[in-house]
């Protein structure tokens, strides 16, 4: 089936870098989501990319919608410790296109 | 003001017991879902419904029934709960189709012992 890949798992950054994240598929997505997981909460939607090669801002994040549709990325500038969470990216299923799959997320921990 | 709420926050059960997670949105929201939450696996469709009175199995269904008799409430049910069930069970709903932002729940946590 449609698989979102996220690798790595976990990244380890310090406070004030910037981080760049991607999510792979070897299938055509015509949505990109990007949603933020806070510990102990709910996944929140961060960006959403409706349009290839797209390129859209939220505040210090800025997410692209691949050229091919086949992939996305997500950039976080000047890291600060509220940015500690977990990122997934998720589009919406081949033929279904009111369910959305998941990537396994990307962990990320900003030092102090 | 109180969005899309679950309940309990926290479960301990034991294997083979019924056990019940409830979800309550206040937006009159077309869609919602349950998803389970595992390490190693991210977020993995359990049950959804499109409106009230129609539900539709998501990736991994077995164990789990979902009925929906009002738009606002979503309950999934553990028949009889295995171990193996013991994970972060999420809420969410949507208003419409994927370009209408999806909202989650807080979340519970289930342990089957």
């Known amino acids: 089936g449609q698989q979102l890949n996220q690798s790595p798992q976990s990244m380890f950054i310090q406070e004030g870098e910037d981080v760049s994240m991607n999510c792979t598929s070897s299938?055509?997505?015509?949505?990109w989501l990007w949603y933020k997981q806070d510990p102990g909460e709910g996944p929140v939607l961060l960006i959403a990319?409706?349009?290839?090669?797209e390129l859209t801002s939220n505040g210090r994040l800025t997410a692209q919608f691949g050229i091919t549709r086949k992939d996305s990325f997500l950039n976080i500038s000047a890291s600060i410790p509220s940015d500690v969470g977990i990122y997934f990216c998720?589009?919406?299923?081949?033929?279904?296109?009111?369910?959305?799959?998941f990537g396994k997320g990307i962990t990320l921990s900003v030092r102090p | 003001d109180a969005g899309i709420t679950q309940s309990p926050r926290y479960k301990i059960t034991e294997t083979g017991r019924q056990v019940t997670l409830m979800c309550h949105q206040t937006?009159?929201?077309?869609?919602m879902f349950w998803y389970r939450q595992d390490l190693g696996h991210g977020l993995r469709l359990i049950y959804y419904?499109?409106?009230?009175?129609?539900?539709d199995k998501g990736e991994v269904p077995d164990g789990y029934v979902v009925s929906r008799s009002k738009t606002e409430n979503f309950p999934l049910t553990l028949e009889s709960a295995t171990r193996s069930q013991t994970s972060v069970y999420f809420c969410?709903?949507?208003?419409?189709?994927?370009?209408?932002?999806?909202?989650f729940g807080p979340g519970t946590r289930l342990l089957v012992l």
């Open positions: 299938s055509i997505f015509n949505t």
């Open positions: 990319l409706y349009k290839a090669g």
């Open positions: 998720a589009g919406p299923l081949l033929g279904a296109n009111s369910k959305l799959t």
């Open positions: 419904s499109a409106a009230a009175d129609i539900t």
């Open positions: 969410a709903s949507r208003a419409g189709q994927i370009q209408e932002t999806q909202y």
């Open positions: 937006w009159s929201h077309s869609y």
